[in-house]
């Protein structure tokens, strides 16, 4: 089974900087692409920034130039640096691994479509 755990979040004042990290546990085979997802109260869950395992990357509108999507060497982890943060900011923040093919503890070759974190809280606030 697939695990994706996320770490780094936390309070931060405006203009701060954290760096959050998600790391694919398991029997990994392969995994398609990565990236992160927020969301806020009341609203929707959005795409923060993706990247490919080409490394081709792409952000929302409102992150970028600020925050900074990539992926380890071993290609089972996503990073996301985020610098200049503001209140909107604040969200839960999701870890998502795109199409995963793994080993399962008994030999099975299982692929999935997606698999997501359980989320890290950023709170931006003075």
């Known amino acids: 089974q697939v695990r994706l755990v996320e770490s780094g979040g936390g309070l931060v004042q405006p203009g701060g900087s954290l760096r959050l990290s998600c790391v694919a546990s398991?029997?990994?085979?392969?995994?398609?692409?990565m990236g992160w997802y927020r969301q806020a109260p009341g609203k929707e869950r959005e795409l923060v920034a993706d990247?490919?395992?080409?490394?081709?990357?792409n952000y929302a509108d409102v992150v970028k130039g600020r925050f900074t999507v990539s992926r380890g060497d071993a290609k089972n982890t996503v990073y996301l640096q985020m610098n200049s943060l503001k209140p909107e900011d604040t969200a839960v923040y999701y870890c998502y691994a795109d199409k995963v093919t793994y080993q399962t503890d008994w030999g099975d070759i299982v692929a999935t479509a997606g698999s997501w974190g359980q989320g890290t809280q950023v709170t931006v606030s003075s």
């Open positions: 990247i490919t395992t080409g490394g081709s990357t």
């Open positions: 398991g029997t990994i085979l392969n995994i398609n692409g």
